[in-house]
């Protein structure tokens, strides 16, 4: 039995292995391909819905994963992609798009006070919202909590919170400048 066991996790892996490489076989095509329609403005993109395009490094990235075989790098690739393609099952669009007082009560129930995707869905309300209007300082703290690290900037006060989304780590940066938000930046690691 150990040893049909062992076969069955050698072809998952196999399995897995092929899927990530066909991925990454159609990403490169795909970003070539955009690249060249990129020249001719009157040219349609040909993405379609659940279409991930990786970046050069990213392909670095997954093809030493790939190659170093370590199982963790590879859930978190699993991850990417089942997210990346539009099958997150956490994601609800009416809850998406609700707003930032419901996104801030999704995050309070189901995450808080970890930071994770729904802490990441935060952050992008709170930028939407100060799109529309200035956001005070006070405000973004009580959405967010206390920052990882306070910076003097040459344009005011940077706060940073660093968290986890889908596999990926990511800092968040909101600049404030005499009390108010004059910036809220995103990175992806």
């Not at 292995?17 to 070539?32: D, E, R």
């Not at 955009?34 to 991930?52: D, L, V, Y």
């Not at 190659?67 to 997210?83: I, M, Q």
Request: hydrophobic fraction near 40%; charge should be positive.
């Amino acid at each position: 039995m150990p040893l049909a066991s062992g076969k069955m996790r050698s072809i998952a892996f196999i399995a897995l292995l092929s899927a990530l490489a066909v991925s990454l076989s159609l990403n490169v095509h795909t970003f070539l391909n955009r690249h060249r329609i990129e020249g001719n403005p009157t040219s349609k993109a040909p993405f379609q819905p659940g279409t991930i395009i990786l970046p050069p490094v990213a392909i670095e990235a997954l093809i030493s994963d790939l190659t170093s075989g370590d199982k963790a790098a590879l859930e978190r690739w699993r991850t990417y992609f089942y997210v990346s393609a539009g099958y997150d099952p956490n994601y609800n669009e009416a809850h998406a798009n609700s707003g930032l007082k419901e996104t801030a009560a999704l995050y309070a129930a189901k995450e808080k006070p970890g930071r994770s995707n729904f802490f990441n869905r935060l952050v992008l309300d709170l930028r939407e919202e100060h799109a529309r209007k200035p956001l005070s300082r006070q405000a973004v703290l009580s959405f967010l909590g206390q920052p990882d690290a306070i910076i003097k900037a040459a344009d005011g006060e940077m706060m940073q919170y660093q968290y986890s989304c889908y596999g990926r780590t990511c800092l968040s940066s909101v600049v404030v400048s005499n009390g108010t938000v004059s910036r809220i930046d995103m990175y992806g690691r």
